[in-house]
């Protein structure tokens, strides 16, 4: 698959699988996207050079709409045979009031660079603190977006 139809095919799998970001929990969408990154690569998009990476990421934001304790992952590629080798992301995220946010529990985030690390960081994300907060939850909100970094 060409890296701009990254979000459309993702889209498309979350359909085959009878699953729609208006009900997706944390952890449906997020084992979604590690089964999308196991099962297809991205054209141009190396895996050997971090050319598609995951990333799950978790924290309390504001980005001008109101604090969100946010669960994320992202699908962050990177075509080498694009001149423009800026990172493009697929980012799935969601959204809770802060006060699921864990007490004491700090933002982080934490990186699979290859399909081969795929099951030890599934480990980590089934492990977090963070997903078992709100992991089978429905959030305030959910978006899906695909740009450059």
């Not at 997706?24 to 089964?35: F, Q, R, S």
């Not at 699908?75 to 995220?93: H, V, Y």
Request: proline content about 4%; glycine content about 8%; charged content about 30%.
């Amino acid at each position: 698959m060409k890296p701009h139809m990254a979000k459309t095919r993702f889209v498309e799998r979350l359909e085959a699988a009878e699953l729609s970001l208006a009900t997706l929990t944390p952890v449906a969408g997020i084992e979604a996207m590690l089964d999308y990154y196991a099962e297809e690569r991205v054209d141009g998009c190396i895996l050997k050079r971090d050319g598609d990476m995951l990333l799950f990421q978790w924290g309390v934001y504001d980005w001008g709409i109101g604090a969100a304790f946010e669960v994320d992952i992202t699908r962050q590629l990177i075509d080498r045979s694009d001149k423009e080798t800026e990172p493009q992301q697929l980012s799935l995220t969601f959204r809770f009031d802060p006060a699921a946010y864990p007490e004491g529990l700090k933002a982080g985030n934490r990186w699979c660079q290859s399909t081969r690390k795929l099951g030890d960081f599934r480990g980590a994300i089934s492990r977090s603190e963070a997903i078992h907060a709100v992991g089978e939850q429905l959030p305030v909100s959910v978006e899906l977006r695909f740009n450059r970094v």
